[in-house]
Every structure is written in structure tokens, then in C-alpha cells.
């Protein structure tokens, strides 16, 4: 099957944000997104259960990854895969707009999660906060900067 990048099932349309699910599966859950300039898209948190990754589209994304909170930023083309275990938090700190896939692999209930902020529903999923470790150090991050 072949998904266009382009519309998806609407979640949030804000002059800030404006959010779309692409592919819901069990497997694998995709959307796309656009953050206006200065938009907090992400707090610190780990997931247990799925790997979480970020694809910029256009723009460029700041990220603070691993138990050491670094700091990195990634541009169109680039992306981040965060493991289960690895801290990581995301925000756009440029003056432009920022578009970009993010991957949940299994899904780890990210899907009704985000139909669940749409339609005004508080749903458990796999997120938790940053364990007081830190969780696993920036270099198990996979980066393509």
C-alpha cells in the first residue's frame, strides 16, 4: 500500500500546530506535523514498549536526548530514532516553521493517544517520565543529522 505524506486523518488544526495521522496500524503508527516557530512539540519522557522517531520534512527541530539531555539540532532529511528506554524531548527553537514525520514502531498506543487529544479523551499509553537514571545514555540514539 502506498500512503501520500499529504492530508491523513486530521487530529489538531491550529495556526501553531496542525497534526495528522498518515498510517494507524498496530505495527506502526505515522504522522505528520507542522510547528510554528518557538512551539514546545515534546517534554522529556521515555517510552518502554515502542521506538519513537522524528523525520524532518522542512525546517529544523531541536532535540534533547539521553540520560545526559544532550542537545542537537536536525535539519530537513535528518531524523532521530529514540529506542525504548532513551530520554528525549523535541521543540522548535527557529524562526520558521518546522514539518515532520514522527514514526511510533509498534504503535505503543500512540494512535488513540492522539485521536484521544482531538476528540477531548484522556488515553493511557506507553509514555513515562524520565526515570531518575536518566534512562539510557545519547549515543544508543540513532542519528542522522
Do not use: K
Not at 32 to 51: C, I, L, S
Not at 72 to 92: D, E, M, T
Amino acid at each position: 500500500m502506498i500512503v501520500p505524506i499529504t492530508g491523513g486523518e486530521p487530529i489538531l488544526r491550529h495556526e501553531n500546530r496542525d497534526i495528522s495521522i498518515v498510517v494507524a496500524s498496530e505495527e506502526v503508527t505515522i504522522t505528520q506535523a507542522r510547528y510554528a516557530a518557538g512551539e514546545q512539540v515534546a517534554a522529556p519522557h521515555v517510552h518502554h514498549e515502542h521506538t519513537d522517531s522524528f523525520y524532518v520534512l522542512e525546517g529544523e527541530l531541536t532535540f534533547e536526548i539521553g540520560r545526559e539531555a544532550r542537545t542537537i539540532r536536525v535539519s530537513s532529511g535528518g531524523f532521530v530514532v529514540a529506542p525504548p528506554g532513551l530520554a528525549h524531548s523535541l521543540r522548535n527553537d527557529s524562526d520558521a516553521p518546522v514539518r515532520l514525520l514522527a514514526i511510533h514502531a509498534r504503535d505503543g498506543g500512540f494512535a488513540a493517544f492522539m485521536r484521544g487529544i482531538r476528540d477531548g479523551v484522556e488515553v493511557e499509553w506507553d509514555i513515562s517520565p524520565v526515570p531518575p537514571d536518566g534512562g539510557l545514555p545519547a549515543s544508543d540514539a540513532i542519528l542522522r543529522l
